[in-house]
């Protein structure tokens, strides 16, 4: 076989076309890359864990997580890493922040491609269901989590870490597909009704003491009347829109659950398309063409329109409280346009009071794959000192997350830390503290949805659907079962559904198909293909020409 060097000599001569040679390198450049993109992702050994971590040698290991622009989380992050560092002289951690995690989950696919990943990484289930379609690029954890040397209180870590059983089963299980743990829980939170109760009761209502769907709507209707200048009575503005949704996927998602309709299965069924779904989706039109209910895409954040008497219901993860009510520390609009009311914490409205159900939502971080299993082992280290108390119990009081293992939640001080909502409107900001509490007191009402490689793009799917209804109510389009089938159509095709495969029998169950490429290994591919026909003709070019010299 020729070498590459000797193709190149080859295309330098005078007998190949000028547009030929150009071509040609054009498309071995290409070949090339690809060759070494494949390398990189293909490449790669199963990790096995080294008998001894070499404290003699250097490891420079990059991390990157997510933060709102949020300046302690960041110095909580560079706290940790140099706290670690201090224990691991011999490791580097370099942190990169992002501030969403579609950007990390779209950098991180591109650089599966080169073989450029970082080492540890904030991200969710979903996402790492697509990382895996590069072989061994995300380290199964579950070998080191009980390691005598290097696992969870392993007799060579230098730090307090948690023990496995105090990491919350709820939230470790939410780690766990294909048979494997790819990542550990980092923080966790569900979703909240921030609601503005002194609208509520000025409406002539009392807040129940569970939230129901039927509450939500009657009352956000019941917001709808106006004076004869047509401002709104309940709060003397023009503005006005009582219920606003931050995440429309997971408002469907939990829907579906509490009226245990399909979504999908454990086995990657797309189950979405349902007369649930469609009876839902109506419903919504119905209060979406009155102006009582809205969604962040189109109206943006639920937050500012609370603090600014123009909302009463916003519904926001419980990692959000610190934007939400009059006295919110991190408030997004100015001081002038706060109302003054009193905010009420709630869990989200419910079909069935008595078997409440809610989806449990947070970052969880992922290890991933390197040529040098000490360096793997190096980033392990570093992603187990994230579930030290010393770094849960700071990072959750900064928002309404809680704490992931059950060493810190019940820990002295962060009880003291719960035990004093509402003393000032800064660390113990009582919305902030009544968040993480509420999620504290139903994580056994919890749920999450089942991981494959597009589930993703499916739970994308599930919020479009009632993001384009709302869109098409505004236009003033007729929202019937006519177009519910047209938007099944038209999202499907939005988030290639059908190009995940269908289940024989059941046209609306599809299944994941775990083989496909991103778009730039397409082309890669594609390029590698036409270099090869390109070679092959200039071969047989140069023989045709050899043999008519003769």
């Known amino acids: 076989m020729k070498t590459p060097y000797a193709f190149l000599k080859k295309i330098k001569s005078p007998v190949f076309p000028a547009w030929g040679r150009s071509l040609a390198l054009v498309l071995f450049a290409a070949a090339l890359l690809i060759l070494t993109g494949c390398h990189g992702k293909e490449g790669l050994s199963p990790f096995e864990i080294p008998e001894e971590f070499d404290l003699s040698q250097s490891y420079e290991i990059t991390f990157w997580a997510k933060n709102d622009t949020n300046k302690t989380q960041t110095a909580i992050y560079e706290k940790a890493i140099s706290d670690f560092q201090a224990l691991y002289p011999n490791i580097t951690v370099n942190l990169r922040l992002y501030t969403d995690y579609g950007k990390i989950y779209n950098d991180v696919i591109t650089n599966i491609a080169t073989g450029t990943t970082p080492n540890v990484c904030i991200t969710y289930p979903d996402h790492i269901a697509t990382y895996l379609t590069g072989t061994n690029m995300v380290v199964p954890l579950e070998t080191l989590f009980e390691n005598e040397k290097y696992g969870f209180k392993g007799s060579q870590i230098p730090f307090d870490s948690p023990a496995l059983l105090e990491i919350i089963p709820e939230f470790l299980e939410e780690c766990a597909f294909d048979g494997h743990y790819y990542a550990i829980p980092y923080m966790r939170s569900t979703e909240?009704?921030?609601?503005?109760?002194?609208?509520?009761?000025?409406?002539?209502?009392?807040?129940?003491?569970?939230?129901?769907?039927?509450?939500?709507?009657?009352?956000?209707?019941?917001?709808?009347?106006?004076?004869?200048?047509?401002?709104?009575?309940?709060?003397?503005?023009?503005?006005?829109?009582?219920?606003?949704?931050?995440?429309?996927?997971?408002?469907?998602?939990?829907?579906?659950?509490?009226?245990?309709?399909?979504?999908?299965?454990?086995?990657?069924?797309?189950?979405?398309?349902?007369?649930?779904?469609?009876?839902?989706?109506?419903?919504?039109?119905?209060?979406?063409?009155?102006?009582?209910?809205?969604?962040?895409?189109?109206?943006?954040?639920?937050?500012?329109?609370?603090?600014?008497?123009?909302?009463?219901?916003?519904?926001?993860?419980?990692?959000?409280?610190?934007?939400?009510?009059?006295?919110?520390?991190?408030?997004?609009?100015?001081?002038?346009?706060?109302?003054?009311?009193?905010?009420?914490?709630?869990?989200?409205?419910?079909?069935?009071?008595?078997?409440?159900?809610?989806?449990?939502?947070?970052?969880?971080?992922?290890?991933?794959?390197?040529?040098?299993?000490?360096?793997?082992?190096?980033?392990?280290?570093?992603?187990?000192?994230?579930?030290?108390?010393?770094?849960?119990?700071?990072?959750?009081?900064?928002?309404?997350?809680?704490?992931?293992?059950?060493?810190?939640?019940?820990?002295p001080e962060y009880q003291d830390y719960l035990s004093r909502c509402g003393e000032d409107n800064a660390l113990y900001y009582d919305v902030k503290i009544k968040a993480a509490r509420l999620l504290l007191e139903h994580t056994d009402h919890t749920f999450v949805t089942p991981v494959f490689n597009g589930s993703a793009s499916l739970r994308d799917a599930s919020g479009q659907m009632i993001e384009n209804t709302v869109k098409s109510v505004r236009r003033g389009e007729t929202i019937d079962d006519a177009y519910i089938e047209k938007l099944y159509s038209d999202v499907t095709s939005l988030y290639r559904l059908d190009q995940i495969g269908q289940k024989a029998g059941n046209p609306s169950s599809q299944k994941a198909d775990l083989g496909k490429l991103p778009q730039m290994s397409v082309f890669l591919l594609s390029a590698l293909g036409i270099a090869w026909v390109c070679i092959i003709f200039y071969v047989v070019f140069q023989a045709v020409k050899k043999k008519q010299s003769y």
């Open 192 to 411: 909240a009704c921030y609601i503005n109760k002194t609208y509520v009761e000025s409406l002539g209502y009392s807040l129940p003491d569970a939230l129901t769907w039927d509450f939500v709507w009657q009352v956000s209707e019941a917001a709808m009347a106006r004076d004869r200048d047509g401002s709104y009575v309940v709060n003397g503005q023009k503005v006005l829109i009582p219920f606003i949704y931050k995440s429309t996927d997971n408002m469907m998602i939990q829907m579906l659950r509490q009226r245990q309709a399909g979504y999908s299965s454990e086995e990657g069924e797309l189950l979405l398309f349902n007369d649930t779904t469609r009876e839902l989706l109506l419903t919504i039109a119905d209060h979406a063409k009155t102006g009582a209910f809205s969604t962040f895409k189109i109206s943006s954040y639920p937050a500012n329109f609370l603090n600014a008497g123009q909302c009463i219901f916003a519904i926001d993860s419980t990692a959000g409280a610190t934007w939400m009510g009059t006295h919110a520390p991190l408030c997004d609009i100015s001081p002038d346009k706060l109302v003054e009311f009193e905010t009420a914490v709630m869990p989200i409205p419910q079909f069935d009071t008595q078997n409440p159900r809610m989806i449990s939502q947070g970052p969880s971080v992922c290890v991933f794959n390197k040529s040098d299993p000490q360096e793997v082992l190096a980033s392990w280290l570093f992603a187990q000192y994230l579930l030290t108390n010393e770094v849960q119990i700071a990072y959750s009081e900064t928002e309404g997350y809680v704490p992931v293992t059950s060493k810190a939640q019940n820990s």
